[in-house]
């Protein structure tokens, strides 16, 4: 989480500064944590939280898409009868 959250924060700042999109939304959107808590805090806050689900859901679909790679990557080279 030491790590995790500043590369959130900073990768939230960064496509601020591409998108143009507002400060708030990309933060929330890219830092790790529940979807409904960053969610409802970007909603109190006032900002869009619909954006702050879809970056989230976004976020959540590249992981899982990762993991999957990574693991069919890792079954490939394993020995055969190998667990």
């Known amino acids: ?29 890219l830092v790790p944590g529940g979807v409904g808590e960053m969610v409802a805090a970007t909603a109190g ?7 702050v689900a879809g970056m989230h859901l976004v976020r959540l679909l590249i992981i899982v898409w990762t993991v999957n790679v990574l693991v069919a990557a890792i079954r490939r080279n394993q020995r055969p009868g190998a667990s």
């Open 1 to 29: 989480m030491v790590t995790l959250i500043p590369l959130g924060v900073g990768l939230g700042l960064v496509v601020h500064e591409w998108t143009g999109l507002p400060v708030l939304d990309t933060v929330f959107g």
């Open 45 to 51: 806050l006032g900002g869009n939280s619909a954006l």
